[in-house]
């Protein structure tokens, strides 16, 4: 994981929404972004996910109805987030859940393109 650098998005808030599972993440800049927890848990920063090297990455399916149980945050650079699925390996630096929200849209679709190519299901 990359470090902080003088141009790294700084955390302003961090509120978890249970009911609707998201997690809301604003930043100094104004950027606020409502992150779906299967989204998240989708794109874990986590080995189990991304795998150890380029093509290794795991596709995650059956993860639609996932929620958050806990979040912890690691030193003033990421947060630990906690899955009701067991999964809590990776860290989510404020970095890349900026990108996360930034590129929500482009990453859901890609997401849900891989599903569709593999015959895989959120459910």
């Given at each position: ?20 599972r998201t997690l809301e993440i604003s ?64 860290l989510y630096s404020w970095s890349y ?27």
């Amino acid at each position: 994981m990359a470090g902080l650098t003088p141009d790294s998005p700084q955390v302003q808030e961090v509120t978890l929404h249970a009911v609707s599972r998201t997690l809301e993440i604003s930043y100094e800049d104004g950027a606020r972004f409502q992150l779906p927890a299967e989204y998240l848990r989708v794109y874990s920063p986590s080995a189990e996910v991304r795998g150890h090297g380029v093509g290794q990455e795991v596709l995650q399916t059956g993860k639609r109805h996932v929620g958050i149980t806990a979040l912890e945050p690691v030193g003033h650079y990421a947060l630990k987030i906690t899955f009701d699925d067991g999964h809590d390996s990776g860290l989510y630096s404020w970095s890349y859940l900026y990108e996360l929200g930034t590129q929500q849209t482009a990453y859901w679709q890609d997401y849900l393109n891989r599903l569709a190519a593999a015959g895989a299901s959120r459910e």
